[in-house]
């Protein structure tokens, strides 16, 4: 079932990305690209840019309906709060630091004074 549900969400999520491409901004937007230019002479403009208009607010409503969907009724609901990977690690030791280098040593290349 949440495949199925998963399945429409992204029908309606590409659906939505194509309507809102088709609304014509001021500057012309993509919507000669996809054939609203022939829309708006069907319709009319007026006609059409309330027609794009509400599709894109209804199928922004389903999308978001879709998701809580899927989310509320599908995944499983923890009840208690699990630890994380990383809090549940087992700590690590951290290595003993090295000793001191002996100073009195001299390094090669220099002349001891």
Do not use: H
């Amino acid at each position: 079932m949440f495949s199925i549900v998963l399945f429409l969400n992204m029908i309606v999520c590409i659906l939505l990305m194509i309507v809102v491409l088709m609304q014509s901004s001021k500057g012309g937007g993509l919507a000669g690209s996809f054939g609203g230019g022939t829309m708006g002479t069907v319709f009319g403009v007026r006609r059409t840019a309330d027609f794009l208009s509400r599709t894109t607010t209804i199928l922004a409503a389903v999308f978001i309906g879709l998701c809580l969907l899927a989310n509320l009724a599908f995944l499983p609901a923890s009840k208690s709060a699990r630890e994380s990977i990383i809090q549940g690690g087992s700590p690590t030791s951290v290595p003993a630091p090295l000793p001191p280098r002996n100073q009195s040593a001299p390094i090669s290349g220099e002349q001891p004074q």
